[in-house]
């Protein structure tokens, strides 16, 4: 459970996650590919422990594949002939570039993720009120809308069942008939319902002028400095970035990497920002530990 | 039935353009509601359209400055400006939709359609590209038109995605079902709703959202670019489009006329004939 990174204001922690999704597509770079997928599976696990990690892994592996495999199967540039497929050669480094984009493609989900768990929706609202306040409600009240339709599709289901209209039960005509039933009631019971939320958001002055928003959110002294070092920090590897040492050459042979004193430099900054929630939380864990 | 959607007097229809509706503070409106309301919500009003003007001059400005810096950085990675350019190209229908202050009933509405649009895709999650998010996207935009439809479909795929997975594919595939329900909107709009007229265009754009997905899969994930590996793409997922393109037509099949008749009731009966 994370509690200091969740804690920090929303502003920062999407403009950490802002910067850390774009460089993760924009780093076509087997290292710091590994450090953000790294980085990503340590928030996830630390955010939802090893059930989360493992029913993330579940999710993304197939995806994981299909990415690595299709493109030593689409393109068979690379001087490296591994095997060959139905004629079709396989490269060394066809393949390598599939694993580093599909391992890309996963720490980008991941990150997504982690973004999800801590950017809450009244974070979201808070931070886009300002910008685009009916689109941000919009997004919020779908959220909000698919447990509570999830709930009542349960109870329609269970109700049409006890006036014996199950619909697991019948041959595929009667069951499709059934759950169409189910849906149609789905339906009006959900727009019926809206109604009255909106007619309820309505009497408690939706749309009226001079209505303040209230929230928790205190940019504070421990805020500016993360933002800082975040900032810095992100200054530095779109630096390296646009110095070319973001992107590994991998047609027509794989280059080598590069160890020069300020690609490491490069690999370090990286490195701390991909793992700065992690440092925060454990900072934070110390100073629990030592203060107690 | 007194309509209660409708605002009580034309002037509050015309200060409901207020921007920052949910964040201003004023403390002086009181006094004289009638001439300083006004006041205040004409400055406003200029205010948030100079703001509006910027931003879409901003828009028009930012598609070749992102196509000018990824030419000049180049090395094929095109992933990330794809992403950026179509979020680029959904944003002024998200505008349009802020600038007009929608009424809270239009808001749950569309809530509604894309949270059983984004359900029907999380369970039929577990059969590939059999959903019925197309076909309940296609009969939002006939029932409530173009601009309902587009955010019916954009805010199904974020809503979605959140069980599915988030990623840089969402803003494609916010623009994919956005579209379908836009397009959706423009075609009830002139006059053809029947079932058979939905049920192609939802065959269509079943295949089309297929290929438009595909663009983004070629473009982030396959280096070089070549013709053999587009159409290695395109054949591979022939099977899958087509089934999307199947289970749209039936869910269209199904659902079309059952659902447009409640939703044409609950138009009747609330008062939301536009």
New interface residues.
């Given amino acids: 459970m994370v509690r200091a990174f969740s804690a920090i204001h929303p502003a920062v922690s999407f403009t950490f996650f802002a910067f850390i999704i774009i460089f993760t597509i924009l780093f076509q770079h087997p290292v710091f590919v590994g450090i953000s997928l790294s980085g990503a599976l340590f928030l996830s696990w630390l955010l939802s422990g090893g059930q989360g990690v493992k029913s993330g892994v579940k999710l993304y592996f197939p995806m994981f594949l299909l990415i690595a495999l299709a493109n030593p199967l689409f393109n068979h540039r690379g001087k490296t002939v591994l095997f060959y497929l139905r004629d079709n050669p396989v490269t060394l480094e066809a393949v390598t570039y599939g694993l580093c984009m599909a391992a890309s493609l996963v720490a980008v989900a991941l990150w997504f993720s982690c973004y999800s768990k801590v950017m809450t929706s009244d974070k979201f609202l808070y931070l886009f009120a300002g910008f685009a306040p009916t689109v941000a409600l919009l997004i919020t009240m779908t959220l909000r809308m698919i447990p509570n339709l999830k709930v009542q599709l349960k109870a329609v289901a269970s109700a049409q069942q006890a006036i014996g209209l199950d619909a697991r039960t019948g041959n595929l005509v009667q069951r499709l008939r059934k759950s169409m039933r189910i849906t149609s009631i789905l339906l009006s019971w959900a727009m019926e319902d809206g109604m009255e939320t909106a007619d309820s958001m309505k009497a408690r002055g939706y749309g009226v002028k001079n209505r303040t928003t209230f929230s928790l959110f205190k940019f504070d002294a421990r805020d500016g400095v993360i933002l800082a070092v975040v900032l810095g920090l992100a200054g530095i590897c779109l630096t390296g970035y646009f110095l070319g040492y973001g992107v590994m050459r991998f047609y027509p042979v794989l280059a080598p990497l590069k160890i020069s004193g300020l690609a490491l430099c490069l690999y370090t900054a990286f490195g701390a920002y991909a793992f700065l929630p992690v440092l925060i939380e454990f900072r934070e864990n110390l100073k629990w530990h030592f203060c107690k | 039935m007194s309509d ?2 409708e605002p009580l007097t034309p002037r509050a229809s015309t ?2 353009d ?1 921007s ?7 403390t002086n ?1 009181k006094k004289n509601p009638h001439t300083q ?1 006004s006041m205040i ?1 004409t400055s406003r009003k200029t205010e948030t359209n100079t703001r509006l003007k910027l931003v879409r001059k901003g828009l028009v400005v930012l598609i070749p400055v992102l196509l000018i810096i990824s030419a000049l ?1 180049g ?1 094929g ?1 095109y ?2 400006l794809s ?1 950026l350019l179509i979020i680029v190209t959904t944003v002024p229908f ?2 349009r ?2 600038r007009r ?5 239009e ?6 359609m ?3 649009a ?2 029907g895709r ?1 369970v039929f999650a577990p059969v590939p590209d059999f959903k019925p998010t197309s076909a309940i996207v296609i009969i939002a935009a006939v029932a409530f038109g173009p601009e309902a439809g587009f ?1 019916t479909g954009a ?2 795929a ?2 979605s995605n ?2 599915l ?4 594919w969402t803003p494609w595939q916010m623009f994919c079902w956005g579209m379908i329900g836009f397009g959706a909107g423009m075609l009830s709009k002139g006059g053809s709703k029947s079932v058979l007229v939905l049920s192609i265009y939802g065959f269509l754009t079943g295949f089309a959202f297929g290929w438009v997905m595909n663009i983004w899969f070629i473009v ?5 670019i ?1 013709w ?2 587009v159409a ?2 395109y054949i591979s997922s022939f099977w899958l489009d087509f089934t999307n393109a199947l289970s749209t037509v039936l869910f269209i099949l ?2 079309a006329k ?2 447009l008749k ?2 044409n009731r ?1 138009k009747v009966k ?1 008062g939301l004939l536009e």
Wanted: proline residues 6%.
């Fill in positions: 209660e959607s200060n409901i207020v920052a509706g949910l964040k201003s503070i004023d409106i309301e919500n950085v090395n990675n992933g990330l992403v998200f505008l939709f802020e202050k929608p009424q809270a009933r808001l749950v509405i569309i809530a509604v894309a949270t059983l984004a359900l999380v955010l805010v199904a974020v809503a959140l069980f997975g988030q990623g840089p982030a994930f396959v280096q070089p070549t053999a590996a290695a793409a199904l659902l059952p659902w409640k939703l609950i609330y």
